[in-house]
């Protein structure tokens, strides 16, 4: 099955079109064909498409929205020029699998999209007013593209999170909150949490019952998973990406009531606050500089600057100690899980965030860690008894899995 992954973003689409059956799934032999990711929808967008291991082409295209940008993909990918061969017209496209942001507290796995998903997808609006509209774009587009025979799935960053307790989910604000207006944590992130918690089982022969590890997703969003018996008893982001770790522009946990102090003293509404604290805070904020952690290094290592070096061990420090709670939440752990392009990439601020928990047992090995960048691989010392890895995510191959299997009616075993 020809699946197309389909991530959507406001002004960005991230795409992969993933052959794969549960034959190729059993055996880890799903066949990337290409994919690629288009820049600045709205205006003059920029395509990059990679067809396999070949080297990626860079196209423009005039691109008003996310329908005009998936049709352009979809006649160029059925092309003669893009040398996709497998795809030689849109019947080629069996199936599409699309990553929605929010699934609220009805959406509990993956589901095959008809008239009444959408219509729950649209009600989670409210929950995700920035992700959710462009996500429903995507997939009307899509249906509009390739018609109704063309099944297409809705995963869902909060669907792995559906474990979590009410003591780890609800907050200590009036009851009726939740009760009206279903005020509570749902956390995201989770293909990413679930992908390599399954690498990890899979790594180490376990079942998943046995798969007691607390997963960090460092990317330009961060988020980190507590996951006892496969699934999370906790996680760090919220009722939205806002709570938590500290991330290339969000704050992460701050005291609410900061929120109406700075409004009074700024004369900021309170959704310029909410941009605040989403858009100008997290690394750029503390550096004054950048979002990147990688430029924030470099920097750090030319010139020694205050506020970068600051921005960094502050990062490192909450996500340091959101694995002590985690620790103390789920009566210790296995194992501790790198991913994200910070996760999977810095050495250096794993070893960061790994300094001083030697008390939990924790020891990272200095030339695993310093090799492993970019792979999978066990990172702490042999005897460690709390093991560390890096775990690549790979989002987009659980997207193509679930797929598969949901039009199958198959039950995912991840
Ligand atoms: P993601 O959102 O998962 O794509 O991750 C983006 C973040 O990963 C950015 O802050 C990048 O600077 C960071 N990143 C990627 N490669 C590296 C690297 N080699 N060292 C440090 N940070 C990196």
């Known amino acids: 099955m020809n699946v197309l992954v389909v991530n959507s973003g406001s002004s960005t689409l991230k795409f992969q079109v993933i052959a794969t059956d549960l034959e190729r799934i059993g055996e880890d032999k799903d066949d990337r064909i290409c994919r690629g990711e288009v820049e600045g929808i709205g205006g003059e967008a920029i395509i990059r498409i990679r067809y396999r291991s070949y080297p990626s082409r860079t196209l423009t295209a005039p691109l008003r929205d996310i329908s005009a940008t998936l049709e352009y993909l979809l006649r160029y990918i059925a092309s003669d020029q893009s040398g996709v061969p497998e795809i ?4 080629d496209v069996n199936a599409v699998g699309h990553r929605v942001v929010h699934g609220g507290e009805m959406f509990k796995e993956s589901t095959l999209i008809d008239d009444r998903v959408l219509k729950g997808i649209e009600d989670c609006i409210d929950l995700a007013p920035l992700h959710n509209p462009t996500n429903i774009k995507g997939i009307q587009a899509a249906r509009e593209l390739l018609g109704k025979d063309v099944p297409q799935v809705a995963v869902f960053d909060t669907s792995f999170h559906h474990s979590l307790p009410e003591q780890a989910y609800l907050y200590a604000v009036p009851y009726h909150l939740y009760r009206r207006h279903r005020i509570r944590r749902y956390g995201f992130h989770g293909t990413s949490h679930r992908y390599v918690a399954f690498r990890y089982r899979a790594t180490r022969g376990l079942p998943r019952e046995q798969t007691n590890i607390i997963t960090l997703h460092l990317g330009n969003g961060c988020s980190a998973a507590a996951i006892k018996g496969g699934f999370p008893v906790d996680t760090s982001m919220g009722m939205t990406p806002l709570e938590g770790l500290v991330m290339g522009t969000r704050s992460g946990d701050v005291d609410p009531a900061v929120v109406s102090i700075i409004a009074r003293k700024e004369g900021l509404s309170a959704s310029d606050i909410d941009m605040l604290l989403n858009t100008q805070s997290g690394l750029l904020g503390i550096s004054g500089l950048t979002n990147d952690m990688r430029e924030l290094q470099a920097e750090l290592q030319e010139h020694d600057d205050r506020r970068v070096r600051l921005a960094i061990e502050i990062f490192c420090y909450r996500a340091r100690k959101y694995i002590g709670a985690y620790l103390a939440a789920m009566g210790g752990a296995d194992a501790v ?17 790994c300094t001083g928990m030697e008390w939990a047992g924790l020891q ?3 030339a ?47």
Not at 373 to 400: C, F, H, N, Q, W
Request: hydrophobic letters at 35%; glycine letters at 8%.
């Open 88 to 91: 030689r017209s849109t019947a």
């Open 368 to 414: 695993k860690n310093q090799e492993t960048v970019g792979r999978e691989g066990r990172i702490s010392t042999d005897d460690s008894k709390l093991l560390a890895y890096a775990i690549p995510t790979d989002e987009e191959l659980l997207i193509a899995r679930d797929t598969v299997r949901v039009i199958l009616g198959v039950p995912h075993p991840s």
């Open 337 to 353: 899980v790198f991913t994200g392009g910070i996760g999977e990439n810095s050495p250096d601020v794993r070893a960061r965030i």
């Open 364 to 366: 990272l090995d200095a």
